[in-house]
């Protein structure tokens, strides 16, 4: 799904001429990333740019200023909520120099920012945020709609709040209401680390990045034919071998069981959930040299560092491989605390239609019996997998007949196809990084589409949600993700929050261009696409 046909259209010009037009009707003309206003002044943020477009807004005149003597007041007896005040006020210390003293059960009052678990109705990741002259409340169910308030809250202010060192200032919020829960529970990013390896601190800064716009799971490509980056008690050829090495002949790596425990812990208090990914039988050539007895000739294939796919496949019918895999899968479920567990199944080119399904009907049942529901992309559809297994939906076309059986018999589907949701794929010819086997895929591409109606007998009552996938073979630096994924990942991010009756290109555009400040205030290396109006103060990034 990565490589193997070059299917791009191009598109560029036409896509260009139709955000020409369109941005006549998409609010103020800030400039571009390379045309600030003459003294550099940022607009004041407003309830009107927000990312992902909430369910109900409503602006008032009102504004509160964020002050010396402002407090953070948290819900009594929450330790979740304490932590999430102290997020809140952390950031904002570093960016105010403000004292933001953290106080727990106190009813919110003047000069305060209060964060409630009451009086919110709006399920378990909504928010009701209300900003007054007297301050901020935030309320919800849940911790995790709290969190989600936050990030609301933090877009309302200025750019320079994200800042990692003392700014000027003022500190105002817009005075207005806010109502908002998300259209679909599964709202994810995908992140190779197999085709390139990427160390502990690059996943945390990618689930900071990723939960300010409402992200919720994060899944990981521990394995391929280019690496293997876990360590699995009792194998420790995986990594003593099979990490060695990457795309292109790099030096690989891999996490210790407790670096990988410090990522979902990272993302926890992010309220992000990790899923992992071990890919079989295909993408195995790492797990295939590290073991020689995972093959059906008992001989280890050399390490890989190119980036074709479907030559790999574990041995089917050998009882060593699902002794290998029920460990594997045993370690992956003990350290992670997530419900989902990704198995792969995808372009497994080496594997004959009859061995894929006996492979998979014994792998599947593997991840139900260590406590975890399993996902595969949607090539385990063509194996009638049992109706509890989540598909994920990659093709670059509108039908895909399995994909919709299953749909009918009652499994749920991510929609992540290549041509539309891909990250990893080129802007245009001109882009360095990425790919381009699916698309090119400019922002209007990847927002442009519906995951209810995009694949046909696939509708919004077995979407589970969307995703949005970044491989690596062509990056290197944390710099690297960056420029791919923003500003595209908001897009995606806006399709699995924001309701369909809001979407709106117009809007998004400005909206979006709204958070080029933002990134340039957080360092993030972002592209900066011709289709968006870039408020001043945004400096795309280069790939």
């Known amino acids: 799904m990565r490589l193997r046909r070059a299917r791009g259209r191009w598109i560029r010009l036409a896509v260009l001429i139709a955000a020409v037009a369109m941005v006549g009707n998409s609010g103020p003309a800030w400039g571009t990333a390379d045309d600030p206003t003459e003294n550099g002044e940022q607009?004041?943020?407003?309830?009107?740019?927000?990312?992902?477009?909430?369910?109900?807004?409503?602006p008032t005149s009102a504004h509160y200023r964020i002050t010396a003597d402002t407090t953070i007041r948290?819900?009594?007896?929450?330790?979740?909520?304490?932590?999430i005040g102290e997020q809140l006020a952390a950031a904002l210390r570093r960016s105010t120099g403000y004292p933001l003293p953290v106080i727990s059960g106190a009813e919110p009052g003047r000069d305060t920012i209060s964060l409630l678990l009451s009086g919110a109705e709006v399920g378990a990741e909504g928010y009701r945020l209300d900003v007054t002259g007297n301050g901020v409340v935030i309320?919800?169910?849940?911790?995790a709609g709290l969190f989600n308030g936050v990030q609301t809250l933090r877009q309302l202010l200025?750019?320079?709040?994200?800042?990692?060192?003392?700014?000027?200032?003022p500190w105002l919020v817009p005075g207005g209401h806010v109502m908002d829960h998300p259209r679909f529970g599964y709202r994810g990013a995908m992140l190779d680390v197999a085709r390139h390896f990427f160390p502990v601190a690059d996943v945390e800064r990618f689930i900071d990045?990723?939960?300010?716009?409402?992200?919720?799971?994060?899944?990981?490509?521990?394995?391929?034919?280019?690496?293997?980056?876990?360590?699995?008690?009792?194998?420790?050829?995986?990594?003593?071998?099979?990490?060695?090495?990457?795309?292109?002949g790099g030096a690989g790596g891999y996490y210790t069981q407790e670096q990988y425990q410090q990522i979902v812990a990272y993302a926890k208090a992010h309220y992000v959930t990790i899923v992992p990914e071990i890919d079989?039988?295909?993408?195995?050539?790492?797990?295939?040299?590290?073991?020689?007895?995972?093959?059906?000739?008992?001989?280890?294939?050399?390490?890989?560092?190119?980036?074709?796919?479907?030559?790999?496949?574990?041995?089917?019918n050998k009882d060593e491989t699902y002794t290998f895999l029920n460990d594997v899968i045993g370690e992956l479920a003990r350290l992670t605390p997530g419900p989902y567990l990704h198995v792969g199944g995808d372009e497994a080119e080496s594997t004959t239609a009859e061995d894929y399904s006996t492979f998979e009907g014994k792998v599947l049942p593997l991840v139900t019996e260590h406590g975890k529901t399993a996902m595969g992309w949607h090539e385990l559809a063509k194996a009638d997998p049992p109706t509890s297994v989540v598909?994920?939906?990659?093709?670059?076309?509108?039908?895909?007949?399995?994909?919709?059986?299953?749909?009918?018999?009652?499994?749920?589907?991510?929609m992540a196809p290549a041509n539309k949701a891909y990250l990893d794929q080129k802007y245009n010819e001109d882009t360095k990084l990425g790919l381009k086997w699916a698309a090119y895929i400019e922002v209007a591409d990847a927002y442009n589409w519906d995951p209810a109606t995009y694949l046909t007998g696939v509708g919004e009552s077995s979407v589970l949600g969307v995703e949005a996938p970044l491989w690596s073979e062509t990056l290197v630096t944390m710099?690297?993700?960056?420029?791919?994924?923003?500003?595209?990942?908001?897009?995606?991010?806006?399709l699995g929050w924001s309701p369909q009756s809001s979407h709106n290109w117009s809007s998004f555009q400005r909206r979006l261009g709204a958070q080029g400040p933002r990134w340039t205030a957080m360092g993030i290396n972002f592209y900066a696409s011709p289709q968006i109006p870039w408020a001043p103060g945004s400096i795309g990034g280069s790939d």
């Open 43 to 58: 607009p004041e943020p407003t309830m009107g740019n927000i990312v992902p477009e909430p369910v109900s807004v409503q």
């Open 74 to 83: 948290v819900q009594a007896a929450s330790a979740a909520v304490a932590r």
């Open 139 to 143: 309320r919800a169910n849940e911790p």
């Open 158 to 169: 200025p750019a320079a709040a994200d800042s990692a060192s003392e700014q000027p200032g």
């Open 209 to 248: 990045e990723i939960s300010l716009y409402k992200i919720n799971y994060l899944h990981l490509h521990l394995s391929d034919d280019q690496g293997w980056r876990i360590a699995v008690a009792g194998w420790p050829n995986l990594t003593d071998y099979g990490s060695t090495t990457e795309v292109g």
């Open 280 to 316: 079989g039988p295909g993408h195995t050539n790492a797990a295939l040299a590290s073991y020689p007895d995972l093959n059906c000739d008992g001989v280890a294939p050399p390490l890989y560092t190119g980036i074709e796919v479907g030559f790999s496949s574990f041995c089917v």
């Open 391 to 414: 598909t994920e939906y990659w093709g670059t076309t509108s039908t895909d007949a399995p994909t919709a059986a299953a749909a009918a018999r009652g499994n749920k589907i991510v």
């Open 479 to 494: 710099a690297n993700i960056e420029y791919l994924a923003f500003p595209r990942l908001p897009a995606i991010a806006e």
